[in-house]
């Protein structure tokens, strides 16, 4: 069965840097000129985390996504209708008895921002969810079986598509694999890790330079490794008394070959670094404790961003993975939906603000202002009602007047109504 409508033909490459087929990577680069890449640090997952930025990206995005609330709810005539039962439970509270929904959905997160795909297993009682198993990526194959995807768990239980919550990262062209955010980045966390390798062992000698030693140089091999080492015992002896002076044979010069100890820091380098990183997750670089060119007014337009083109769009994939396999393809009724209200919780003022321009313009009865806080409702009833603020009244009338003329006149006014 032929699964492209073209054939592959064999691909044949030079060794010659200056052939144009071949690309002019970093590792290519490098090995022209002599360099060897090996010598660079290897970049896997355990690695990459121990770059700041790329924690600090890795745990927000888990955290932020795993902290919106996520609740069932059933198709009406006119909106949603929220509900509770086994699914509002497993989904927002509990998806078993051994994981909470905030553990359950950060694990979920933090391996599509680290290796590129999550799974979690749904459990089944005939068409009921009972519960929901987050799955190890790394004991997870995907393959296709008679045209059908199937998941392979540790390399003896299949489980199939319709039972499996599958989100990657960016999928391959095969539609089976999916593209790691490590390894699209792997040269800029490279580069981080190279820079914190140095900036450490720069340090750990005490901050010296290299140097070169200047002057007449002794003849003979041996002559210049003496000299070379009664040079290195003097800025030994001098490091570890704590004393920035040592002595030279007069007539020699000690000149810096590098960085000195601020340049040594590379502050500038690793800033651009977290930028970099920031680039490969979409995510605006404040969340990574980038203030560099933070002001006012950008600040809040990258919490806009956020939102708007990362946290939204990471929800609709969850929301429609979800919605597939817990319902079908043919389910018209029932839905979940993350509420990203979730984000505002520790915006008090600004929460405060928005639920009361809901009620005083229509939008949201007291009661459901109330239960967004988890308060409860108006025992006398009347926060089951819409309302509208009544200071707006069409030009030319005394709207306050004529209310006021009917409550006195036993419900008539000046006009008789």
Partial sequence: MRLWPFSRSTETRSASIENPTVPVSAANFLSFFGVQSGNLPVVTIDSALTVPAVSAAVTFLASSLANLPLHAYRATKDSGERTGGTLQR??????????????????????????????????????????????????????????????????????????????????????????????????????????????????????????????????????????????????????????????IPPGYELKQVGFDPDKGQMTEARLFQIQEIARVYNIPPVFLQDLSRGTFANVEQQDLHLIKHLIAQWAKAFEDELNLKLFGAANNRRYVEHSLDGLMRGDFLGRMQAMAMGVQNGLLMPDEARALDNRPADPSGNGARLYMQGAMAPLGTNTYGDQTDAANNGGVDDAGN
């Fill in 90 to 247: 497993i989904l927002n509270e509990a998806p078993n008895d051994e994981w909470s929904s905030f553990g359950w959905r950060k694990y979920f997160w933090s391996q599509v921002f680290t290796g590129g795909r999550a799974f979690s297993w749904i459990e089944r009682a005939g068409n009921t969810v009972i519960g929901i198993w987050p799955m190890d990526p790394a004991s997870t194959q995907v393959k296709l079986v008679n045209g059908r995807r199937v998941y392979t768990f540790g390399g003896v239980k299949d489980y199939p598509a319709a039972d499996v919550i599958d989100v990657p990262f960016l999928l391959k062209r095969d539609q089976l694999s999916s593209y790691s955010p490590i390894v699209m980045g792997a040269k800029a966390i490279q580069l981080a890790l190279a820079m914190n390798d140095y900036g450490s062992n720069f340090f750990a000698g005490g901050g010296v330079p290299p140097l070169s030693l200047t002057g007449p140089l002794p003849t003979g091999p041996d002559a210049m490794k003496r000299a070379q080492g009664d040079i290195m015992r003097s800025i030994s002896t001098a490091r570890e008394s704590d004393s920035p002076i040592f002595p």
